[in-house]
């Protein structure tokens, strides 16, 4: 090898060197959402809310969710968000809000609305990164003290520095909120970050009224900086019903994962590792999948080489198991789809579709559609599109998503509606997806991408919910051609009646 390259390799080694997560997103925050002014208040207020309807949920609490928003300079805004969820323990506020990949739910096979343990440290990242300034949060547990935590995040070593550690008495000028918004249990967070309050699609106006669509039974405020106050009123005192969790499928495990269950797992033979680290594998199922495999049922599972494993995994896939269960799952159901179209839309004709539950790849997930058509809904051409991943709205990146590939796949003029590519009319469409794992296609969370099996089923329930509303169009537009004969021959009844008269009196 010539000298001189030896020379640029070894100088280039001698750059290199490990660095954080927190690091890495803090050079890269578009991956997390924050691209822009304008799109960085959006993600603050999603991950906000998002942890605080999860968390209000997970303790079966009707959500109220404040969203406090003012200007403090040119391209600058405060945000605060406050909500009534049962609060956090002391000890985990600050890892909760300075460090990133820190969370209850990576690891958890439950639908759920964050999964990565990113969101809500990122937006505290971003506010460091473009104001300078910590995160603040007030937390709350009933009948205990509220615990106020100033808190950055060490980004070299993505650890959280904690500025301030105080307990918060109520009668204190410091405690978060008033009468109108005090809560005797829950979390408030307080930042400063770059960002552009705006209105239109792309709002945290519109954010929030599509939270409330696909969540009536959340009570949500929002204030604007100019001191405009939007209440999302509550519908429902249901919740939905609440998500287990489950166990990894054989079906759905890749061969990493695989080595690194067999490397935690404790179990000291290949049937009783299968039996407990896995859902539907029964003893018969394990002995079944040995033999696929030609493996020893007694064996070890840690004494298992890379290829070994391989093996076992491919055996498992092979063999035929039972679904896993679906109570994993939490879709919002049908009659809670209507009630948050008929809450903010107003339509003339709505109906919803909440398909039974499947499997892809061993994760579950399930769909749910609604159409809501004419009233307070303005034909403006194009219909208007609600994407929804596990109850959370999806504002980006629509025509990578499968659910714009699924809507355009759908003969929409077979249903009374007119069609030119796209649907057109006074409709608004609503696609739900809910799953334990479901498939986005960036770090981002903002479409998702377009696997077979899904798309087919959102086709699925388009085609049943698109019948229901052409049936009720064909039965109007029926209707009015009925009614416009009917005043048609009312009129020539008329005009035959007067021309009888003149000529009776012409023959007299």
Known sequence: MPNGIEDEIENEGGDHREISVAEFFEKNKHLLGFENAQ??????????????????????????????IDEIGDKKCRVEIRDNAIGLDRETIPKVFGKLLYGSKFHKL?????????????????????????????????????????????????????????????????????????????????????????????????YLKHTAIM???????????????????????????????????????????????????????????????????????????????????????????KDEIETLLKAAQNVKLQSPPTDCLSPIGEDLVLKGLKKELNPEFSTAITRSPTVYKGNPFQIEVGLAWGGDIEDEGSFDELRFANKVPLLYKKSSCVTTKAIEEVSWNRYNISQTGRPQGPLYILVHIASVWV????????????????????????????????????????????????????????????????????WR
């Open 110 to 206: 439950q639908q759920s609305r964050g999964q990565q343990g990113i969101g809500i440290s990122a937006s505290a990242m971003y506010a460091q990164l473009t104001t300078g300034e910590p995160v603040t949060v007030y937390s709350k547990q009933e009948g205990e003290p509220c615990h106020k935590f100033v808190v950055t995040i060490d980004t070299e070593t993505n650890e959280p520095n904690i500025i301030e550690d105080e307990v918060i008495e109520p009668e204190s000028d410091e405690f978060p909120g008033d009468k109108d918004y005090y809560f005797d249990h829950g979390t408030t967070i307080e930042m400063n970050i770059e960002a552009k309050y705006t209105h239109g699609h792309h709002s945290v106006f519109n």
């Open 215 to 305: 969540n009536p039974y959340a009570r949500v405020v929002l204030r604007e900086p100019d001191g405009n106050k939007v209440e999302f009123p509550r519908v429902s005192r249901e919740l939905p019903k609440k998500s287990k969790e489950i166990k990894p499928h054989p079906h759905g495990v890749e061969l990493g994962v695989m080595m690194r269950m067999i490397e935690n797992s404790s179990a000291r033979t290949i049937t009783s590792f299968l039996q407990n680290e896995f859902t539907r594998v029964g003893r018969t199922s394990a002995e079944e999948i040995c033999d696929e495999a030609d493996m020893d049922t007694g064996r070890r599972p840690n004494t298992l080489e």
């Open 39 to 68: 799109k960085s208040i959006i993600t603050v207020v999603k991950e906000a809310v998002d942890n605080s309807l999860d968390a209000c949920e997970g303790d079966e609490i009707l959500p109220e969710i404040h969203v406090l």
């Open 439 to 506: 498939p986005f296609t960036s770090e981002g969370k903002e479409a998702v991408a377009n696997y077979d099996p899904i798309r087919k089923e959102m086709k699925l329930a388009l085609q049943e919910a698109g019948r229901k509303l052409g049936r009720y169009i064909g039965r109007k537009e029926r209707k009015a051609i009925q009614e416009k004969k009917k005043r048609q021959l009312t009129s020539y009844a008329k005009e035959m009646g007067a021309c009888d008269c003149t000529a009776r009196r012409r």
